[in-house]
């Protein structure tokens, strides 16, 4: 989007227009641009990428020590500006050829995939960026499905009933039991073993006792 159609999209909306500095890292010296007062990140970044010749998907853009996003929680995020603001920008070099590297540190948290639901996607927006919580617990959140966090709030009801009928340590046994019974699964025509998989040959364990085993015993006198 080119400044000409930001500024006839903003003036739609009666907003006045702002002169903001902007200081890009590195040898360039602060220059200064003229935007509208409330615009979206996103036509904020493509502006400052025009006028300066930058790559916008490598362009960050810096507010009072706040990294801007262009979205949250599924709808764009649109930021206030003052005559004679100051804006940090920041270009994030682009990896050496023929390596696939991603220096951004957002890319190496935990994110939800883009076919999750939208309460989904605010929600998990909300423990993150309100409450704080560590990707461990997000992690732990999201990834069951919810079948298991059906299965996780049902076992929690029966344990309170069975601790009121102080049947607790056989409720906690029962559910060991059947956890493994019903995690054990049937092996399909032509599935190797977990044995099989630790001896391709088939040999025999040393101190197998079987009918071959008797036999030579019997026939070299150790019987």
Known sequence: MRMEEIVEETNG?????????????????PSRLRVPSSLRVHDLRKLIAG???LPVENLKLISQGKVLHDREDEDDIYI????????????????????DIDDDEEDLKFQLPQSTSRWKKKLYSFLLNRLKLPDILLISIFSPSLKAWILVILW???AHVAHKWDLGPLYILGTGFCTIFLNLGRRQPGDVSAYSIFNEDFRELPGTLNADAIDRDIRTGQF
Do not use: C, W, Y
Request: proline share 7%; net charge positive.
């Open 51 to 53: 006028k300066n010749r």
């Open 13 to 29: 909306k009666h907003e006045k227009m702002v002169e903001i500095t902007l200081k890009v890292i590195g040898p360039a010296r």
């Open 156 to 158: 929690f009801i029966l």
């Open 80 to 99: 206030q500006l003052n005559d004679g603001d100051s804006l940090i920008v920041a270009v994030k070099p682009k990896a050496p050829s023929g390596l």
